[in-house]
């Protein structure tokens, strides 16, 4: 099994191996049994400097395990590993992914066609409590028909708190992130943020290695 670049994919791939190898060395003899383990070995895991800043993804994965608690859990996990390999295969389920990561955690996001909207978007939001992203790239623009990227989206964040969780999330699914211009409004930030993938040559976005926004715990 080669190692898989979308750290959520890696480790339910860890999750799976681990309850095979237990179940080789002493057969689970029950379902609560399996899921207890499991339980077990997430305690463990989160102190892998490998699965630094999945606070989110294991608090999920443990509430899945208090679900259905008579479905075999491997089965689950195993579609959702098998699900998880097939978005990193396509970059616009990947972005879809993402946004859909960012809308669980109260984003609240706009698509801005034209400057003038982007203004207006700007202030409006600026007077409100929570955190927003602005798309100002066309989604249609920067992805051919078959979901692959073939240059950045821009977005410009409008942070009533302060932040770095939109950078953490396309991180996560396996996006280049570049900074932009940051502007101090007030108690706001207005912060502008390229997304890419590693593919992406640097010509495209003129984004080198060591322009990328890195997360503080690698």
Known sequence: MPQQENPVSHLLWCMLLALRCAHNDTPFTSEPARRKFLSQWLTGARKVPAFSGMAREFTSLRELLGKDKKQPIDGILTALWQ???????????????????LYSSNWRCCLCR???????????????????????????????STGQMNAPLTFQL???????????????????????????????????VYIGMPALPENVW?????????????
Do not use: M
Not at 84 to 91: F, P, T
Not at 121 to 138: A, C, G, S
Not at 160 to 172: A, D, Q, Y
């Open 83 to 101: 699900q998880s390999v097939l978005s990193e295969q396509c970059d616009f389920i990947r972005l879809r992914n993402a946004k859909n990561a």
């Open 114 to 144: 034209f400057p003038e909207q982007t203004v207006t978007e700007t202030f409006t939001r600026l007077k409100t409590r929570h955190n927003h992203y602005l798309q100002l790239t066309r989604t249609e623009d920067t992805f051919l």
């Open 158 to 192: 409008v942070l009533n708190k302060p932040s770095h969780h939109f950078e953490e999330v396309f991180h996560l699914h396996g996006f280049s992130v570049k900074p932009g211009a940051e502007i101090q409004t007030g108690k706001s930030t207005l912060r502008t």
């Open 206 to 218: 003129g984004a080198t290695p060591d322009a990328l926004w890195k997360p503080r715990y690698h």
